[in-house]
């Protein structure tokens, strides 16, 4: 009896639903299931409490603080991300690999850290806290502590999805195009732009989603005060240690909600514009 | 106006009622108390960092003695300056266990017994865990004779039973009532008493033969109400706190309050016990601080072994 | 999020570019003034302790249990996203089977929850009282509260940096190889275990690298599910926490440093592994 011919790269079929069980039940137990405790929990007290809790005063003041901390602070990151990525890709200099490890070192930074870091510059017993506090700047403790924590742990996520992009586009369209005689500005808004908007859409959501999100850094150098300086991880928090379990997973559950937005929009993305992307898909 | 108030842990409730009363007392609508809680040290830390509290009401009188030295927010006899220790109310330590007390849990002597689960803070953050350490200190200090080494080995066992350290008293409250760890847990009175009120008929509060009194400090921080304009309100807060009407919420809410008649009237709820206090036994806070809780103190050479 | 250690362009003449002093101007200027600056006051203020008292806050055993904890659970963490973020990848990229966007967008879950959320969300999980802690309470297994808490909660947040450096290099890989050996007569396993892994390897250790960083600096999700035991399960990030509420500010920069210092050697590592990976090719 001649063996049935099998395609030496493919595996098995017992190969197959091994693997793929394995994989399915890993993402299962570690990712799905935590996601769906969010949403039993926040709906376990009914969607009247759901909604108390969505329209308490202190609730919509702290959705409110940290969507002005990441307006601020993901259009700062952007602007970053493009002028670092357009000097890294589109031009040779010395240092430029250990700039980019220095522009990645936010991101392994743990963010407890990062709070400590203003602390120490920004605190009373820190480098400038006594002097700002003569000219009557609140830094700690207030908005802007808030928006710089943002700001450091979501430093590198534009400039990481947009420097291999560019790099891979090489310089020569911009050339042409300056050649041509179009300004340098011109010339980012016409060529550069449309060839790597789709990426820095991409790194915009990252940003926004992890801004939103941050809790370590936030958490050493916010007031807590509620109403005022909790924003919406420091209120899950607050709402759990106030036994108020099921407004705590409330919160989390928008605050998911916004999460799982973002990997819809990157997916979608991802579906559209595969090609366009391919070359910043080595996340 | 606004009215800054750092507070720790257990006092979330507390002046959420207290702040009400207060905007009424005053009868004026633009006054709001806002509060922030957290571990009584944690908080005392933040407001050395710059936090703009208007008043602190911590859990220990060491904490705002820490603030007082470090950020010289407040002059260092604040303590002298209201009624009663600058303690408007007082607390103390108590035992929460599991409905029917399945492990017969009646002292502190019975807390050292292997396999008892004890649910406490860690006393380097929380101001309660601070006050549960010293209560179960002098407890050992009488049974077994003044002898530090014994005392020592005895809280140590207490600890070695300890399988969870919340940085703060809430932390630890939720970890024995919602996660179900633990088979005691080592609670400010109030707090205990807002666990059986969440939760009812789970929990029973055991009264020990021995704890502290504690007396949790209110003050106001000089140098950031002058700065802020907000003296006179944060005056007639602290001042507020006083008052037979807001005596009578402290009571509601499980604070042992001051007001003789006022406790007279809630005395079912607030057994008396023998209560020990600090200045008494260890030779006020900032010695407690300096021998027991400081680095390389007892509690870091109990946990360094 | 893409790799560190972007590999880049070989050199050429000069740029007719216009934008390279603004551009790299800004981006120093912003680098330093946010990051840069404020890391230097962390690194200058542990010397404000003599150097044998900086020494014991360094090594005091409760200090070395938590970096042990935390590097320790990170590199477990880092190894077991490993393992399954391989598995992940080879199912994402080899097979077809419906629901696979799914699983694909799934992936990225880790990145857009924040970690006090995975925090609340693991801890009622597996306590005790938690759909998966009383299961495995029957089996006599304690996770929540414990050290394996940590282990749990870094899994979680780590498995998206190992499976997305891997899945497009498996992708780009392309089967031409395997096709060869397997036409020289070589088995299944003899192909993944000298053609496919050896191919993979550098993508994988950069992974690795990446999960382990996240993994060792994390606290939002950890503080919630680890007992925060003393020598047990006290990570690092929260002792300088605690430090810190102990207004020892020295000793909280001091194991700051030490943190600091993994999390850019390891940064260099990386570097190094990709210019390594890039002469292989």
Known sequence: ?283 | MTLVNVSYDPTRELYQHLASAFAKSLKADNVTLRTSNSGSGSQARAVIDGQQADVVTLALAADIDAIARTAKLLPADWQKRLPQNSSPYTSTIVFLVRKGNPKGLRDWNDLVKPGVGVITPNPKTSGGARWAYLAAWSYAGKQLGANDGKTRDFVGRLYKNVPVLDSGARGSTVTFTKRAIGDVLLSWENEAHLALKEAPGQFEIVYPSRSILAEPPVALLDRNVDRRGTRAVAEAFLKFLYTPEAQEIQARDFFRPRDPKVLAKYSKQFPRIELTTVDSEFGGWEKAQATHFADKGVFDRIFGK | MSAPGISLAAGRARSVLPGFRLSLGFTLVYLASLVLIPLVALLLRPFELPLPELWDAITAPRVLSALRLSFGMALAAALIDAVFGLIIAWVLVRYRFPGKALLDAVIDLPFALPTAVAGIALSTLYAPNGWLGSALMEYGIRVAYTPWGVLVAMVFIALPFTVRTIQPVLAELGRDSEEAAATLGATRLQIIGRVVLPALLPAILTGVALAFARAAGEYGSIIFIAGNLPNISEIAPLLIVINLEQYDYAGAAAVGVVMLGASFIMLLALNALQSWAAKRR
Not at chain 1, 4 to 21: A, C, I, V, Y
Not at chain 1, 34 to 52: N, Q, R, S, Y
Not at chain 1, 147 to 160: E, G, H, M, S
Request: hydrophobic letters at 55%; glycine letters at 8%; a negative charge.
């Open chain 1, 1 to 283: 009896m001649p063996r049935k011919f099998q395609n030496p790269t493919e595996d098995s079929l017992t190969l197959k639903l091994t693997l793929g069980s394995i994989a399915i039940a890993f993402v299962g137990l570690f990712l799905v299931l935590p996601l769906i405790v969010v949403f039993h929990e926040a709906f376990k007290g009914g969607l009247a409490h759901a909604w108390t809790t969505i329209t308490d005063p202190d609730t919509l003041a702290a959705i409110k603080l940290s969507l002005i901390a990441a307006v601020i602070a993901v259009p700062l990151n952007t602007v970053f991300g493009v002028a670092a990525a357009w000097c890294i890709a589109k031009f040779d200099f010395w240092g430029k690999t250990f700039l980019v490890t220095l522009i990645d070192l936010p991101f392994s930074v743990s963010p407890v850290v990062v709070g400590l870091v203003y602390v120490l510059v920004f605190g009373m017993q820190g480098w400038l806290g006594l002097t700002l506090a003569g000219y009557d700047i609140q830094i700690l403790f207030a908005l802007p502590g808030i928006v710089l924590a943002t700001i450091f742990v979501t430093f590198p996520f534009v400039a990481r999805e947009l420097i291999p992009l560019m790099v891979d586009q090489g310089r020569d369209e911009e050339e042409a195009a300056v050649s041509l005689g179009a300004s340098g500005f011109q010339t980012f808004l016409r060529v550069t732009l449309p060839n790597i908007k789709w990426g820095l859409l991409y790194g915009i959501l990252l940003c926004n989603a992890r801004a939103l999100g941050e809790f370590g850094a936030v958490s050493v150098l916010s007031g807590h005060i509620r109403g005022e300086t909790n924003t919406m991880p420091l209120h899950v928090q607050l709402l759990y240690d106030n036994y108020d379990y099921t407004g705590a997973f409330v919160v989390a559950a928008i605050l998911t909600l916004l999460g799982l937005l973002t990997l819809a929009i990157k997916s979608f993305l991802e579906w559209r514009y595969a090609d366009e992307l391919a070359a910043s898909h080595r996340h």
